[in-house]
């Protein structure tokens, strides 16, 4: 079976493709069918072939990953049941996997894609609800606004007959329609931003290619577009359904007072979008310093000057490890004669790429403990490399000796260590000397089973990304390689190549990947990137995230100021003929501008912290998320609250601004 892209890409949609021969490793099959391109989605791959049943039931290092689709109504824990029965039934009939350490183990396919990504979604989606609460309080507040400033001719409307529900339904109806229209600018918006997603998310967010604008949206679209409406229009149109419509006629002109009931609205509604804001930027302000904690972590190798790549070994073609070492021994040493290239070496898998781990055991000098391959195992990243590995990293070593050419297949097992495993294998005794097996259980070879003298202690690598703690980790030669293993490794994944260069590594792609093919052109190098972007890898999630965060919290201090803005902008128009009374008894200009301020700041301050006090339940969110750094970090909190008084006072001091130059006349000449 193959995919429908690789369909069009290697055979040009050609229907006759089917019955037709296609040669991989070394072997022709017989193309059966063309599945769609989501299948890749459970398995990343373009070519699927049919599983050697019969050589594999009689291997007992095999293990497979089967898909089955559980029956509705069927739950987990019955699922589990009926899976134990088979297990134990095929266990009595092949007797020689009773020994297997974990048997069946039921996942959910959804649980595997979505868990990873969960806090980080549950955190994007609160902070969209953040937004558009943002948005729904800006919109009633300047809605509120409108409708008073029109209080006049809604009084006219009321003393025609006009119902106070007529003229509710009347203020909600233009609310409704400002909601539409902004539903069907954020639908545009949305489709530019979807089709951005999968470049901003990388390889984080599940199946992001797959994301579009479909019905369903334009109907949930809809749907939120009109509760916002609803929303947002229901405040002003409540208050002014219970407003004094006599009142408002007696009244000279729009200038007069709104009252106290008005005035307390904009108020609740300006501090909650000040609180909400705070919040967002609480948030955008802990994932940007975690990830900034994140970029400074020191990796324990030189990022640097490092170029990767990738080779798909055909196991077929080197099966076992003195092949596998003739071949790796034979590349490394042309890439080290291209000019540039410092050091080069193959290794099983890249820092963040989350290596095979296979047990080890600690034995002594004299040889094999009595407990090894049992109680005192250890789980550590196995790497299998050439003896110039160490240099092409700029691994420090820490005691003894690193890998040399002289540790062949013919020679001593040796074995080199970071600290980490120094201390775990032998927490009250020097590791240098002593001795480590390989394997343990169905992973053991006979073979294999040696105690590999340990030569060297290096420094500790951070292998499982920069947010994780240094592993257990273990370098073997690839010429002394475990058979079982190596095989397993190849069968698993490609060979990972590392090459130290004294200028740009890219710029030594093309002499690298004919350097590699002068080897063996059947082997061709692919994947390549320099190690920093392979470390962005592997923290890209947090940036997504943080940059999804920073931009809704940017999004909501906008609106916030917005807001202020626009309630300081009425307060002051409606407050033309006292500030005009003021300064003609001699208030300057400045005492206008800073009274106004006083009143804006204190808004800020009783809504800044609300917010900080919203903070702390999104933290709840974003805690799996964080590194080096407390949900309730001090910095990030000043930095928060400056922030928002900052933005507060640029929102403010606009009208104030304004209001302290205006000619004490032409106030008083108004009604």
């Given at each position: 079976m193959i995919t429908r892209a690789f369909w069009s890409r290697r055979f040009a949609n050609d229907p006759a493709i089917i019955g037709t021969a296609l040669t991989v490793g070394g072997k022709r099959y017989i193309v059966i069918g063309v599945v769609p391109d989501t299948v890749r989605a459970f398995s990343p791959a373009e070519v699927y072939l049919s599983l050697p049943i019969p050589e594999a039931s009689t291997d007992?290092?095999?293990?497979?990953?089967?898909?089955?689709?559980?029956?509705?109504?069927?739950?987990?824990?019955?699922?589990?049941?009926?899976?134990?029965?088979?297990?134990?039934?095929?266990?009595?009939?092949?007797?020689s996997l009773t020994n297997m350490p974990q048997g069946i183990v039921l996942h959910s396919l959804q649980d595997d894609f979505v868990a990873p990504v969960r806090p980080a979604l549950q955190a994007l989606l609160l902070a969209v609800g953040l937004v558009l609460l943002i948005a729904c309080s800006?919109?009633?507040?300047?809605?509120?606004?409108?409708?008073?400033?029109?209080?006049?001719?809604?009084?006219?409307?009321?003393?025609?007959?006009?119902?106070?529900?007529?003229?509710?339904?009347?203020?909600?109806?233009?609310?409704?329609?400002?909601?539409?229209?902004?539903?069907?600018?954020?639908?545009?918006?949305?489709?530019?931003?979807?089709?951005?997603?999968?470049?901003?998310?990388?390889?984080?967010?599940?199946?992001?290619?797959?994301?579009?604008?479909?019905?369903?949206?334009?109907?949930?679209?809809?749907?939120?577009?009109?509760?916002?409406?609803?929303?947002?229009?229901?405040?002003?149109?409540?208050q002014l359904a219970n407003s004094d419509f006599l009142r408002w006629m007696k009244e000279g002109s729009a200038q007069g007072g709104s009252g106290a009931a008005g005035h307390r609205v904009r108020v609740a509604l300006t501090l909650s979008q000040i609180a909400l804001s705070t919040i967002l930027l609480a948030g955008a302000g802990l994932l940007t310093r975690s990830f900034w904690n994140l970029a400074a972590v020191d990796p324990g190798f030189r990022v640097d000057g490092l170029l990767t790549m990738s080779v798909s070994v055909t196991p077929a073609k080197y099966p076992d490890s003195a092949r596998l070492a003739a071949y790796t021994d034979a590349v490394a040493q042309r890439l080290e004669r291209v000019p540039g290239v410092v050091a080069a070496s193959s290794t099983t898998a890249l820092p963040s790429q989350f290596p095979i781990d296979f047990p080890v055991s600690a034995v002594g000098r004299s040889g094999r403990s009595a407990n090894?391959?049992?109680?005192?195992?250890?789980?550590?990243?196995?790497?299998?490399?050439?003896?110039?590995?160490?240099?092409?990293?700029?691994?420090?070593?820490?005691?003894?000796?690193?890998?040399?050419?002289?540790?062949?297949?013919?020679?001593?097992?040796?074995?080199v260590i970071n600290q980490a495993l120094a201390h775990a294998a032998y927490p009250n005794g020097d590791a240098l000397g002593q001795a480590l097996f390989i394997g343990g259980g169905y992973l053991t070879d006979p073979r294999d089973l040696r105690p590999r003298t340990i030569v060297g202690i290096v420094g500790d690598t951070r292998e499982q990304g920069l947010r994780f703690s240094p592993?257990?980790?273990?370098?073997?030669?690839?010429?002394?390689?475990?058979?079982?293993?190596?095989?397993?490794?190849?069968?698993?994944?490609?060979?990972?190549?590392?090459?130290?260069?004294?200028?740009?590594?890219?710029?030594?792609?093309?002499?690298?990947?004919?350097?590699?093919?002068?080897?063996?052109?059947?082997?061709?190098?692919?994947?390549?990137?320099?190690?920093?972007?392979?470390?962005?890898?592997?923290?890209?999630?947090?940036?997504?995230?943080?940059?999804?965060?920073?931009?809704?919290?940017?999004?909501?201090?906008?609106?916030?100021?917005?807001?202020?803005?626009?309630?300081?902008?009425?307060?002051?128009?409606?407050?033309?003929?006292?500030?005009?009374?003021?300064?003609?008894?001699?208030?300057?200009p400045t005492q206008v501008v800073r009274g106004i301020l006083a009143q804006g700041l204190r808004l800020c301050l009783a809504g800044t912290a609300l917010g900080l006090v919203g903070a702390l339940f999104l933290a709840r969110f974003l805690r799996s998320l964080l590194f080096g750094i407390s949900a309730s970090d001090g910095l990030t909190i000043f930095i928060v609250i400056a922030t928002m008084t900052a933005v507060v006072v640029v929102a403010i001091y606009v009208p104030a601004s304004r209001a302290s130059r205006i000619d004490p006349m032409l106030a008083l000449r108004q009604e």
């Open positions: 007992r290092t095999n293990s497979f990953q089967v898909l089955g689709r559980v029956p509705p109504g069927v739950g987990r824990a019955q699922a589990e049941a009926q899976i134990d029965t088979i297990a134990r039934r095929h266990a009595q009939e092949s007797p800006n919109v009633a507040n300047l809605v509120l606004a409108r409708a008073l400033a029109r209080r006049r001719e809604i009084a006219v409307m009321a003393a025609l007959g006009a119902s106070r529900w007529r003229i509710a339904q009347r203020v909600l109806a233009e609310n409704m329609l400002v909601a539409v229209a902004g539903g069907g600018a954020g639908l545009l918006l949305a489709h530019a931003g979807v089709r951005a997603l999968p470049a901003l998310s990388g390889a984080n967010l599940p199946q992001a290619d797959r994301i579009h604008i479909d019905g369903y949206v334009v109907l949930y679209v809809a749907a939120m577009a009109a509760l916002t409406g609803l929303v947002a229009g229901l405040p002003p149109a409540l090894a391959g049992r109680s005192d195992q250890l789980d550590a990243w196995y790497r299998a490399i050439n003896p110039h590995y160490f240099s092409a990293m700029d691994l420090p070593l820490m005691r003894g000796r690193v890998l040399t050419d002289s540790d062949s297949a013919s020679a001593a097992p040796v074995i592993t257990l980790t273990m370098y073997v030669p690839v010429a002394q390689s475990p058979e079982l293993i190596t095989r397993l490794v190849l069968e698993k994944i490609p060979l990972q190549w590392v090459v130290r260069a004294d200028r740009k590594p890219m710029d030594l792609v093309p002499a690298v990947r004919q350097a590699v093919l002068a080897i063996d052109p059947t082997q061709p190098p692919a994947d390549f990137a320099t190690m920093s972007e392979v470390l962005g890898r592997s923290i890209s999630s947090n940036r997504f995230n943080m940059l999804m965060l920073i931009l809704f919290s940017a999004l909501a201090v906008a609106l916030a100021a917005i807001g202020v803005y626009g309630l300081t902008a009425y307060a002051v128009a409606q407050r033309t003929r006292e500030i005009g009374i003021r300064v003609s008894l001699g208030a300057r």
